[in-house]
């Protein structure tokens, strides 16, 4: 079993900032990739980011330019720097970790429970 737990969210007002951590904790052989999803009320959960073991990243549109993806492999954990925060951006952040237990396993995915964020016009 793989947990995962999210911490870093809050209220904070537009044009500011907050970094979420997420961090992988059981036994597995990878977690590869891992990344981070939303979902605003009355909206389904949609992409943010991700970022594989070697670095490589992937950004919504929405979020380019202000949001910074990172992971630190040896923790297992995986970062969301939001810069610019705009109301729009409010939302229930999940984090989610492509896990393989064994090395000839499929990947399996795990999801935190969420930490929200608000962000305040």
């Known amino acids: 079993q793989v947990q995962l737990v999210e911490s870093g969210g809050g209220l904070v007002q537009a044009g500011g900032s907050l970094r979420l951590s997420c961090a992988a904790s059981?036994?597995?052989?990878?977690?590869?990739?891992m990344g981070w999803f939303r979902q605003a009320p009355g909206k389904q959960r949609e992409l943010v980011a991700t970022?594989?073991?070697?670095?490589?990243?992937n950004y919504a549109d929405s979020v380019k330019g202000r949001f910074t993806i990172s992971r630190d492999n040896a923790k297992n954990t995986v970062y969301l720097q939001m810069n610019s925060l705009k109301p729009e951006d409010t939302a229930v952040y999940y984090c989610?970790?492509?896990?393989?237990?064994?090395?000839?396993?499929?990947?399996?995915?795990?999801w935190g429970k969420g930490t929200l964020v608000t962000v305040s016009s």
């Open positions: 989610n970790a492509n896990v393989r237990s064994r090395a000839w396993s499929n990947g399996r995915d795990y």
């Open positions: 970022i594989t073991s070697g670095g490589s990243t």
């Open positions: 059981g036994t597995f052989f990878t977690i590869n990739p």
